[in-house]
Structure formats: structure tokens, C-alpha cells
């Protein structure tokens, strides 16, 4: 997924990102459904709501920040009915180049931990930079789930 930057306009960071618009709207930014959104640039709207330079940096930098991702509900579901009560995290590696799920009991010392809507979701150091901006999707279609 492409970078977001503060030069690009509000509309066109949240078609890339859809959390973009979470996250503007945690910092007191409503405006996402107004018609700005086409004109302005995330730089241009924070700084209208009050937002400092530094601000507007760490926003940027919180929307960037490797360890988001989104589970898709159809996806929530199963991973919460597989892992039950015998495993405690869901964990996202990499084997031979592409991001794998595993269900795992519990936490080695080199994986960091996220929690997305109730799941523990493990993944190694080396790999935050991949699961940046993943969306766990779930098709019967594609075979079980699709991590894009």
C-alpha cells in the first residue's frame, strides 16, 4: 500500500487507506464527509482544526506506522471460532516471499503484539514493515482467507 503523505488530498489518502478516516476523526477531524475532501490536503485540514506542525507530523506518522491492519468481519468471525480457548494469537509470518497465518499458544521473545477487534494478533520485528496496511480477508471462493 502506498504511503500516505500530508500533501495529498483528504479524499484521495482515505481511498488509499480507509483508516485514514478513522484516525482523523479520533483527532476532532469530522470533516472527512464534506466536500474539503476533494480540495484539501491532510496538511491543510489538520492545520484548519488547530493542529500544529508537529501535529500533523505524528498524525502522518501514526497513519503510516507499521502494525495496523484490518480484519474483515467475515474473517473476525472465523479467526476467533479457530482460535477458541486452546490457542491464544493469531500470528501473520512470511514463508518463501508471501504473508501466512498461523494459530499459535503462545508468544516468542522476538514477536510484537497488536490486538485488532478482540484478536492478538503476533508478528516478528523483521516483518512490520510488510503487514503495514494488511487487510485479513475471508473467501470460500479463494479457499479460506486472503491476507492482500
Excluded: W
Excluded at 82 to 108: C, F, P, T, V
Amino acid at each position: 500500500m502506498r504511503e500516505i503523505k500530508k500533501n495529498m488530498m483528504i479524499g484521495e489518502a482515505i481511498s488509499i487507506n480507509p483508516r485514514v478516516a478513522d484516525i482523523l476523526i479520533g483527532q476532532g477531524i469530522h470533516c472527512i464527509g464534506c466536500s474539503g475532501v476533494a480540495f484539501e490536503t491532510l496538511e491543510q485540514g489538520m492545520k484548519a482544526h488547530g493542529i500544529s506542525n508537529k501535529g500533523v507530523n505524528d498524525v502522518i506518522k501514526k497513519i503510516n506506522k507499521p502494525g495496523h491492519l484490518e480484519i474483515a468481519k467475515n474473517a473476525e468471525s472465523k479467526i476467533k471460532d479457530m482460535l477458541g480457548k486452546k490457542y491464544a494469537y493469531l500470528k501473520i509470518k512470511e514463508k518463501n516471499g508471501k504473508l501466512r497465518l498461523s494459530l499459535e499458544k503462545k508468544k516468542n521473545s522476538d514477536d510484537c503484539e497488536i490486538k485488532e477487534n478482540g484478536i492478538k494478533i503476533l508478528y516478528s520485528k523483521k516483518n512490520a514493515a510488510k503487514i503495514k496496511s494488511v487487510k485479513i480477508d475471508y473467501s470460500d471462493a479463494k479457499g479460506g482467507f486472503v491476507i492482500k
